[in-house]
């Protein structure tokens, strides 16, 4: 039985959903999952990560947008243009990669500005560090408690201490259900589709995080009294790249002969691996800090990182039983491009099967794309 | 204080690629001085001697054993002379290579394509790589800052990969007060770490020496500045791919000063007499990006053919500030970092883009720009969204147009010559 259908995982289809819709706190959207999203829920904000799913052109984009950006980025922002997310009541963007950060401005400059939008939207920016070293903490602790100081003045809130760590609280509970369902991933006969791990990710990170609790509380006793999928003739693969915020593309991996049995991907377990320290005797904002810069796996925009990420591919693809790795990335995307290159070539020396490919966002050429994948699948013995 | 082919005990000297860069600069400069009388192309015939020198001096300084030093252009190469080391700018290479050589670097970024490096990286970067890794460059270390872009921290681990050591200092993207405070700090602790590396301590005061050049080629490419705001501008259109060049090969050397100082001499002397640099200037155009790197004679193109001033791109008009040497350690790091910072495509790609906007407005406005042509480069995705807005802003604000190009400014496949041209040529009929 598959669960496309669950009313929670098919939040990730769309981008409004009904919890947000009847909501009485305010909507706050962010690009990367660099953003303290525990600091935002603890000024009674609800952290909505910006997508694009279901974005089929760039045509209102393009005008704004060379056609040698990422087109996730370009997506999300003719969703913004065509008024989608005129919902938010503010915007989170850090310097991830150079085609988002830029968003700041044309969300400033041209979203907003939008002939018949009279919204105020607030905007933040927050500097993140290229490299993980003591100075760069400090820096982003730095940069994270003048972010709980503008909060406090725009949304003429109070941010306790108390409130912080009951927040953290709400989203290690949150990372360790997930942790939960995702680990059975790596079954011999894993409880669910790389399609529903996705489609759970992004659900997740469209809701607000009580919600999302109470859901994968149920989600996680149906996956675990469901029966083992029967996957006898599917290759065990191993997610990685580029964002990928379209439950089409995983169905069209897994259609082709395989089963995503984990990722390293944004939506998916780089936002779930690591906990914050509950026990330490630091203040809650420093924990959170310490968690989101030094977070493992990082992202390739730490540029002295890669070895940490090599060392997180390899260890799942012995927890999970991986069979081979599909590297991927959006075209234009040199984060992710340069760094399955060095993946690509590390696994080969491993004698990991890997296949590097790169797509837009949105898919349109579905056959050629599976013949592709297909004939990779088939390599691997 | 020896290089790792050295202490290896290889007598190959590795730097092939540096030694066609004194090749092609030696010719070049041989045949620009015989065929060209007085007058023609100045900048080009001081510009190549100047470049020579450094190289030739590079050459030698590696094969006595000096270590030799990887650095990205946006890590002032003056810094580097704290250290006895023979200093590369591996985009500057890349890109000096692909003017010079009569089939480009082409070659050395299909090397890297079938490595796996994205078509859409930087070839800035794409071509020392491909050199690297034909083992035509052994780089005992290589310092490059986070910045001005995606491409910069997503290529330079390739480097590590292949067994070079890297140092990185931090940029923040933000200008603030403790923005430069912070990347001092990286600045200091970064030439320790390579001083550690290459088995030597830096000497500061060295380097101070070769700020103070730089201080002053500040202040005459400023003054080199102010002339063009003359009609018709005094300045050839090749100057500024030429100076580009100067400024990353011989920034911090007398030589680099020596040539500015000497162009602006020229510069002068053609202001005083109103005289122009080829034919009748009918449009004066800014370009606030790049000029493509891989034709050279567009620059001559424009001036003869077109009568197109380039009154300057990026890394002509846009300077940093001194560095107070004077002062203690922790202003003169201060002073640098400000000025790393703001050095030309590092400060529109750690900022905002509101200033860049801003000031592009009022350039036009300054020095009566009839239009601008914007180079919109396939490895910056930084400025990705940026060029229709500003386009926008020139044609609100002072009622002018700008040509956008798509291009590798690296790579003629990409976008040729002959295509671009085409497209300036048709739009320069709807600007005059
Ligand atoms: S896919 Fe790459 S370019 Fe696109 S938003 Fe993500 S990191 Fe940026
Ligand atoms: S800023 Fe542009 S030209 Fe410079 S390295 Fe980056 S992509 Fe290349």
Redesign the interface.
Known sequence: MQLRDDPFLSIANKIPNKYIENNKRNIVGYYCTYIPEELLEAADLIPFRIRATGNEDTNKAD????????SFVRSTLNLALDGVYDFLDGLFVC?S???S??????FD??VFKREGFNKNVPRF?I?????L?E??YQ?FY?EISELKNNLEKVYNVKISDDKLNDTIKLYNRNRKLMREIYELRNLNHPKLTGTEALQLAIANSSVPKEIANRELERLLGIFREREGLNIDDKKRILLIGSVVDNAKFTELVESSGAIIVSDNLCFGKKTIMEDIDSNSSKSPLERIAKRLYYRNPSC??S??D?KRRLEFVKNQIKIANVDGVLLQ?I??C??H??????F???LKELDVPVF?I?RENFQSDYTRFQTRIEAFLEMIR | MTNRNVLSGETENKLIPYEMVLNSIGSTRELVERILPKGEIESLKIGAKAIEQIVRTSVEKAKQGLPVIGHHFAFQREYLYCFDCVPICIEGTSYLLSALLPDGVERFYDVMLSWGHPFHTCTSQKGVMGMTLEDLFSFDAIITPTAPCDNTFASYPFFEYKDVPLVIPDIPYLHEEKSYEYYGEQLRLSLEKLGKIIGQEPDFEKMKKHIEIENQVNSVQLELLELRKAKPSPVENMFNAISAGVAVFASGTPEKLDFYEKYLEIAKKRYKKKQEYGKEERIRSIWPYMLIFFDLSLCEYLDREIGMSVLFDIFNYNFSNTVNTKGDLDTLFFDMARRGMNFPMMKESTEFYYPFIENCVQLAKDFSADCFVFTSHLGCKQFGSVPQVLREALREEVGIPMLIIDLDVGDKRFTSTKIIKDKINMFSKTVL
Do not use: K, Q, S
């Open positions: 005008t704004y947008m060379v056609r040698f950006t990422c310097n990669c150079d085609h950060r830029r968003m700041f401005e044309i400059m041209v920016y500097a993140i560090p290229h490299i070293t100075e760069g820096w730095g390739p925009r540029m002295d890669h990335r075209t234009n040199d984060l491009g340069c760094d399955n290159m060095l690509e070539h590390e590097n790169d």
